[in-house]
């Protein structure tokens, strides 16, 4: 499977050569001829010519902030219904924590267990790794644990790294999205260990929660669903599957 790995963030949220010859500075390219050749057949004097330079470093800081802006939205976006591809695709530079947890996070949207796994791994090594970063590899680790049949290193890691993990006050956002990747982890390490009850009240509240990705809440359902299966009833089963679908079409999920 392709992993777009190599490319740059399209214009505007699209695909192809021609977006991403966009997104990678052919407007700037072409202002700037632009502004050479306006200094180039206009009769100002220096002065004039120092002031449209001004103009065009103006123009290059807006085109900057725009880019950041799309595709910043466009990882969100793509975080959100669990698009593997476009993760890969996007995943920001800032730090080698922050890039290993968007990676590790778009191989688990694949499925591809052994991936997330060994990448999570590396999340606690790297430099200047922030709590926040450490929780988030941990859950991911956890859910690709459990997939990949190994449940009492999932459970261990579970108890090391989340058990503690609990509700923050209500204005603490990333700490709301730490608090929640841990639930989900609860939800599906106790699925494995076969306690479906606690299973089904911690992946309930992921569900319920409006501040959850659309990713998180996918993952959520497909758990409910297998646990309505071990229930005997078919039509949650099926609802629940379709609702995952429905929100991460792009993931391990959908197929």
Do not use: C
């Amino acid at each position: 499977m392709k992993s777009g790995a190599g490319g740059g963030g399209g214009f505007f949220d699209k695909k192809g050569f021609f977006w991403k010859l966009l997104a990678s500075g052919l407007v700037p390219v072409m202002m700037a001829g632009a502004y050479a050749f306006m200094a180039a057949t206009s009769e100002s004097d220096n002065t004039g010519k120092a002031w449209m330079a001004l103009g065009f470093v103006f123009v290059l800081v807006l085109w900057w902030i725009f880019k950041l802006t799309t595709r910043t939205a466009a990882l969100a976006r793509a975080v959100s219904v669990g698009d593997s591809d476009r993760i890969l695709e996007l995943v920001p530079a800032k730090s080698p924590a922050e890039t290993r947890v968007y990676r590790a996070l778009a191989y688990e949207m694949r499925g591809a267990w052994d991936e997330a796994i060994a990448t999570a791994l590396e999340v606690p090594q790297t430099p200047r790794v922030t709590p926040a970063q450490r929780t988030a590899a941990a859950a991911i680790q956890v859910g690709a644990l459990v997939e990949a049949g190994r449940v009492g290193e999932a459970r261990s890691l579970y108890a090391a790294e989340l058990a503690g993990v609990t509700d923050p006050p209500p204005l603490d956002r990333t700490q709301h999205e730490v608090a929640r990747a841990a639930r989900l982890a609860l939800g599906r390490v106790t699925w494995a260990e076969g306690d479906l009850d606690a299973a089904s009240a911690a992946l309930e509240r992921v569900m319920r929660d409006v501040r959850s990705g659309a990713a998180h809440r996918a993952i959520a359902h497909t758990y409910a669903a297998r646990i309505a299966t071990a229930r005997g009833d078919a039509a949650a089963a099926t609802k629940h599957r379709a609702e995952a679908v429905r929100l991460a079409p792009a993931s391990w999920m959908a197929r």
